[in-house]
């Protein structure tokens, strides 16, 4: 019996993954001869040639008067010098680059997760270059044509600074994967920094999206609209049908969703640095807590009290937040006389979310530092009440508040006050 | 007040009290053996000749020195050495003499279970460290944490691993561990032989990709393999690794005295020949010796059995000991569980374990003093690996091997030069199955585009690329074929089970608070896991609420009752195609691809202790089908004279019988290699005696049964005549035959098959 008789046969056992592309004709004696080369070039893409192989290269560009979601790419130049005039240590800080030199990057691959198999069939990315916003696609045409791939990209790229969407954990790796696998061929990968907006995102909006794709920020966050867009998921399935057909239809669609997916990252950034500076006349208390809380995380204690003290004034949850945020910031610097009253405020407003980490904090201080026993054992006792009245106190909150109750009042029948 | 015994006076309690000793049919003493030693390798790095001073170790066993001699010369080897003899230091020696003299060096280090990474990690580092040495050791498994997984890949001399890691992990992304790769000058597999049937046909391909991608980064690594002691290590190592290899077995470490036992239970039942469990046997002996708290391990063949003797043993001694001090041991079992046993055995915490053959191996639990296997556990090679672990390395240990009534643990009592002389058992594997390697092809070609003229395995991988191509997975550019697929295959190839999907297990004891407590391979779960089956944990019962076979949930709640299940199989065999037919006078032997199918039909109710049938109940479980190779035997006689009844008895009878000897011939586990008997075979229409692989594809155990079928169906009769019944008995043809003739039928039958005109035929045929 033949092998493939036998492997017929065995089909059922032999594990997934059988969607792919068949070619059955060699494309061996087409290499230079481009397929559709007119329909390419009526997409500005042109061919880069390199030894008996080439790849394709998409060139658009876009005047920086023009809008995309709430904003305009010259709001981007502003966004840099925004970072530029005041020194505030930040993730996202473009202090020390000029406009430039950052440079809006996506990919397209064959595969969602990593591994060496999972092919990058799109490079694409976003500078600026004088009045314009450039926006260059690097494709693959066939499995193999990697050398040119790799070789055009990092002969065209002059940047500093890459700003993505997740691509810290995604993008990137996988760039240095497949690029190891070309790595006699092409120069080296040059070391860089990194922005990745995906870690914004969540940070500031976690609170009011349940999913954080870039699809959804654009949507709710950003004011794009995507007309006609094919979804990232279909890219696989389209490329494997272009590898075999050749068809540039199918890919033009892939092309354009990771066109807009870049100009995103373009109004994403400069929308994130407006949050962060306080430039934006639309942000919610909501927002701007966020703002604050990731100050405080960072240790920008100057800008995470400016930012919180704005939010202090008023009775909302937030300002609950804003309160208690401030509070822990002061007695991390052991600043007892300032936490105190804040830590008091969150605790009598009575918040089943808030109220009981509150209580005990302030416990806490009057029982290790003012030495008042009775007040201690009073908001401990309180902690537990407000805990105790809510369904989602965890069991071990629950012991540690017993424990504490117990030893307060051992302490409190030894010195009584 | 009653003292404790010791092990010595165990012994002689043993000989002489009339409990024991009317029981005991053999009692073999293996003598004490002294060490035979050479001096350090002359040119051994200072470090290391302190480190090792500092452990006082002044001298290498002879074995060490020969392979230590071997690698340095940029020889691949394979060293059979028995449990505690010293074997780590034959691959640590040359490894780190060579990193030391240049830090460049990077060695891969392979053990079977993540259990043992972790225990070779503290001794590699114990050397390391007594002198100060300058070099990384880390173990990469799915435990190792997100943030020093970086480090391990650049800097990692010593990347200690498993299989499943290096197949799913490292080589799928082998661009992340170039400075490995790169410098890549030993690759260290230890256990070697553990590396058999499906699992070793896997590993053997795991390693031909590990070969592939070396090549690409230009490295050519030594292979060190350690094995216990099987009758091919050679043959194994070379076939798994595809490297020509020099064998150490000139073992120079000392043993102490060793009292091997075999055990026999009295015969409860004589007219059935019906012997009292070993199951019960085994929990009075245990009993008796964890009352006077000498350490014992005991063996038992499943993970049902396990928990049952568990059951009894911590319920015997639980006022004595307190029930944590017993535990028991198996796959299943969460890895945090374990490595909690493994610490409370090396402590002395716990003074008893009772386990599947997971603790074969070398995980490190420390001495103990008494092994006691509940069974025989199927191989030579496996008994001599249990048999180690008591008295690892000095002092007198007891082994008792307690027969139960199967007709292989009664033959191997009843012959016991044959299991003391006669050499353990060849491991098998075929790399070439079909199934397997087409399965790591695809892997390969994720990890590395394939070449035309590219070599992987024996088989031409021409037709299979263009298999590949389409089927759509892989997509040909001239002369290379690329991976052009959106799935991680690795992730969908699993190198520990016949099936590809676990059956996950769902305590929903507690409602608000269901947790995983353990998994299960999917053939097993159809009898083990089926829908109100007592399904036990850790000595705690569990009844199987429902099994999701859709989503592979089994979810149980605990239960006390006081009987356990067992479930039947119904399986039907179809040949699809004949390979080889050899057409004899009186029979016909063929192989060929055969379908099997195999449904759980219903299942008993038994009591516990008296292991009487209290009521049985239906399975609904779909039917799961396998195409695997298989070799059979037809008669040409016709046997009108019997009977069409009696003839089915016989058959059914002789296939229980070959069923329990044929896995002596192939190293097999039994449950890999089935035996079903067919009154009127659909092929051929003559009684046929079926083996078949229990492997989609096959791993070459029934092409063994195939060429020594003679020599199968001659022991098989030497057994059967050999047992004291009259009419047949679970000892030799089982008690689904119930008339008086069953076993002079059988027996009819057997002869049928290899009359000696056959018999001769068969033999030239073979030869």
């Known amino acids: 019996m033949s092998l493939k008789n036998k492997l017929n046969r065995l089909k059922p056992h032999i594990s997934g993954g059988v969607q792919g592309v068949t070619s059955k004709d060699s494309p061996e004696t087409s290499r230079v001869e481009i397929p559709y080369l007119s329909i390419w070039e009526g997409e500005n893409v042109t061919p880069y040639y390199m030894d008996q192989d080439y790849c394709l290269i998409r060139e658009v560009k876009y005047p920086l008067s023009q809008k995309h979601g709430h904003y305009y790419f010259h709001d981007f130049l502003r966004a840099v010098e925004i970072w530029n005039k005041q020194p505030i240590n930040h993730p996202l800080s473009a202090e020390g680059h000029t406009a430039e030199e950052l440079f809006f990057f996506d990919t397209e691959t064959t595969g969602l997760g990593g591994g060496v198999g999972n092919t990058i069939f799109l490079l694409g990315y976003a500078s600026v270059a004088g009045d314009n916003l450039v926006l260059r696609q690097h494709i693959l045409p066939h499995p193999g044509a990697e050398v040119p791939l790799y070789q055009s990209f990092l002969e065209q790229v002059n940047y500093k600074t890459l700003v993505t969407y997740n691509g810290k954990s995604f993008d990137w790796p996988q760039v240095k994967t497949r690029h190891t696998l070309v790595r006699e061929h092409v120069p080296k990968l040059p070391a860089f920094g990194h922005f990745d907006l995906f870690h914004a995102a969540r940070r500031l909006w976690k609170h009011k999206l349940d999913r954080l794709k870039l699809a959804v920020v654009e949507k709710d966050v950003l004011g794009i609209v995507r007309e006609d867009d094919i979804p990232g998921y279909l890219a696989p399935m389209i490329y494997f049908d272009f590898i075999e057909s050749k068809q540039p239809d199918g890919m033009l669609g892939i092309i354009k969703h990771n066109e807009i997916d870049i100009l995103s990252l373009v109004t994403l950034y400069t929308h994130l640095t407006f949050q962060l500076c306080g430039l934006d006349s639309n942000q919610t208390r909501k927002e701007y807590f966020e703002v604050g809380r990731w100050y405080a995380s960072l240790g920008e204690k100057g800008e995470a009290v400016k930012v919180l003290t704005k939010l202090v004034e008023g009775s909302d949850y937030t300002s609950l937040q804003a309160k208690l945020t401030l509070a822990y910031q002061s007695k991390k610097e052991q600043n007892w006389e300032i936490s105190l009253p804040l830590f008091l405020e969150v605790a009598d407003a009575q918040d089943h979310q808030l109220s009981p980490d509150a209580c005990i904090e302030a416990a806490k201080i009057y029982e290790h530092k003012i030495k008042d026993y009775k007040l201690a054992l009073d908001y401990c006792l309180m902690a537990m009440e407000i805990a105790g009245s809510t369904k989602v106190s965890d069991p071990k909150t629950q012991q540690q508040l017993e424990h504490r109750l117990k030893r307060l009042e051992g302490k409190f029948a030894k010195f009584p006050r | ?767």
Request: overall charge negative.
């Open chain 2, 1 to 767: 007040m009653k003292l404790k015994k010791n092990l010595q006076e165990i012994l002689i309690d043993l000989k002489i009290n009339d409990h024991f000793k009317e029981n005991i049919v053999t009692w073999k003493t293996i003598e004490a053996k002294n060490a035979q030693t050479v001096s350090l390798p002359e040119n051994l790095h200072p470090a290391l000749r302190e480190s090792l001073g500092s452990k006082g170790i002044e001298k290498l066993y002879t074995h060490q020195k020969k392979a230590y001699d071997n690698i340095m010369d940029g020889n691949s080897i394979v060293a059979v050495t028995p449990t505690a003899s010293g074997k780590t230091l034959c691959y640590n020696l040359p490894v780190l003499q060579s990193i030391l003299s240049n830090p460049n060096t990077r060695a891969l280090y392979m053990f079977p279970t993540k259990a043992l990474a972790q225990d070779q990690k503290s001794e590699i580092n114990e050397i390391i460290q007594a002198a100060g040495m300058d070099i990384n050791s880390y173990t990469y498994d799915g435990d190792t944490p997100a943030n020093i997984r970086q480090k391990v890949r650049k800097a990692g001399h010593v990347v200690i691993t498993n299989p499943d890691m290096l197949h799913s992990a490292i080589l799928p992304h082998h661009t992340k561990w170039v400075s490995l790769f790169e410098n890549l000058k030993f690759v260290v597999i230890d256990e070697l032989h553990t590396y058999r049937g499906v699992f070793g046909s896997h590993v053997a391909n795991v390693i031909r990709r590990l070969k592939r991608i070396c090549r690409y980064y230009g490295s050519n690594p030594v292979f060190i393999c350690t094995s216990a002691t099987i009758a091919n290590p050679l043959e194994l190592a070379e076939k798994l690794t595809d490297e020509k290899m020099v064998l150490v077995d000139n073992n120079g470490a000392p043993s102490g005295t060793k009292h091997f036992l075999f055990y026999n239970p009295p015969i409860v039942n004589k007219p059935l020949n019906i012997r009292r469990s070993a199951t019960l046997e085994v929990r009075k002996i245990a009993g008796e010796l964890l009352k006077n708290k000498i350490q014992t391990i005991v063996f038992a063949r499943s993970r049902v059995r396990v928990e049952i003797i568990l059951t009894y043993l911590q319920e015997l001694v639980k006022n004595q000991l307190g029930p944590k001090s017993i535990m028991g041991y198996r796959g299943g079992y969460l890895p945090t569980e374990r490595r909690r046993i493994e610490k409370g055995l090396r402590s002395g915490d716990i003074y008893g374990v009772v386990s599947t053959n997971a603790l074969e191996l070398g995980v490190d639990i420390g001495q103990l003093q008494v092994c006691i296997m509940t069974g025989y556990p199927g191989t030579i090679s496996s008994a001599w690996q249990q048999a180690g672990r008591a008295g690892r390395r000095h002092g007198e240990a007891l082994v008792i091997m307690v027969a139960s009534s199967s007709p292989l643990d009664q033959y191997i009592i009843q012959n016991p030069e044959y299991f003391f002389n006669k050499s353990p058992e060849t491991a098998r594997i075929n790399p070439d199955n079909l199934i397997i390697l087409i399965d790591h092809m695809k892997c390969a070609a994720f990890e590395l585009p394939f070449k035309a003229d590219e070599k992987f395995g024996n088989v031409g991988t021409q037709e299979l690329l263009e298999y590949l191509t389409e089927e759509r997975i892989l997509y040909q550019n001239g002369d290379k074929w690329y991976w052009m697929n959106d799935s991680f295959p690795a992730h969908n190839i699993s190198l520990r089970s016949a099936s590809q999907e676990n059956v996950i297990i769902v305590d929903q004891s507690d409602v608000a608070n269901a947790r995983v407590i353990g998994e299960m391979d999917r053939f097993s779960a159809m009898t083990l896991l089926h829908d109100e089956a007592i399904y036990l944990h850790q000595g705690t019962q569990f009844q199987v609420e429902k099994l999701d076979w859709e989503e592979k949930k089994a979810f149980v709640r605990e239960v006390d009752v006081d009987y356990f299940t067992d479930a039947n199989l119904a399986v039907q065999l179809k040949v699809l195609e004949e390979d080889k037919v050899n057409r004899l006078e009186y029979a016909e032997i063929g192989y060929g691809d055969v379908s099997v199918r195999a449904m759980a039909t219903i299942f008993k109710k038994i009591k516990f202790e008296t292991h009487e049938n209290i009521g049985s109940g239906p399975i609904h479980l779909p039917e799961e089908e396998l195409h695997t190779s298989a070799a059979w035997i037809s008669l040409n006689k016709s046997f009108t004279e019997m009977g069409q009844e009696r003839l089915e008895q016989g058959l059914v009878g002789t296939a229980h019988a070959l069923n329990h000897i044929a896995p002596l011939f192939v190293m097999a586990d039994p449950q890999d290699i089935h035996v079903i008997p067919q009154v009127k075979a659909d092929h051929n229409e003559k009684p046929t005696i079926f083996f078949y692989d229990r492997y989609p594809g096959g791993i070459g155990l029934s092409e063994k049964i195939h060429m020594g079928m003679p020599e199968v169906f001659a022991e098989t009769m030497k057994m059967i005549k050999s047992c004291k019944c009259q009419t047949g008995c679970p000892s030799c043809i089982g008690t689904d035959t119930v008339s008086e003739t069953s076993k002079n039928d059988t027996l009819n039958i057997i002869e049928a098959f290899i009359n000696p005109s056959v018999l001769n035929e068969v033999v030239k045929e073979c030869h």
